[in-house]
């Protein structure tokens, strides 16, 4: 059974950082690409950052460029994303997904598991 948890979210102020783990059990980690999606109150789940099984390629929001960095370790079926110089708009329900293609696609129904989230909070 596939499991994704979350951790590191928080209450942070704007202009502060915060790094979230996803840390995944199951060999097959390594062939996965990963997600990392937002969801903030009245909200649809939005794209945040991907990357792919390997880690060479990543991707990310238009939002969140240059302010995020998505990272993997695949020895120890780790991801993680890197959150600096947040802001009020950041705050939300923070989630890994893992594809199994080895992908890490923008569309959230790409995606074959899902952890259960984290809370980011960014006051001004």
């Known amino acids: 059974q596939v499991q994704l948890v979350e951790s590191g979210g928080g209450s942070v102020q704007a202009g502060g950082s915060l790094r979230l783990s996803c840390a995944a059990s199951?060999?097959?980690?390594?062939?996965?690409?990963v997600g990392w999606f937002r969801q903030a109150p009245g909200k649809e789940r939005e794209f945040v950052a991907g990357?792919?099984?390997?880690?060479?390629?990543?991707d990310y929001a238009d939002s969140v460029e240059g302010r995020f960095t998505i990272s993997r370790d695949n020895a120890d079926n780790m991801a993680y994303l890197q959150m600096d110089s947040l802001k009020p708009e950041d705050t939300a329900v923070y989630y890994c997904a893992a594809d199994k293609g080895g992908w890490a696609t923008t569309r959230h129904t790409e995606y074959h598991y899902w952890g259960q989230g984290t809370q980011v909070t960014v006051s001004s």
């Open positions: 199951g060999r097959d980690f390594s062939a996965w690409g």
């Open positions: 990357i792919t099984w390997s880690g060479r390629f990543t």
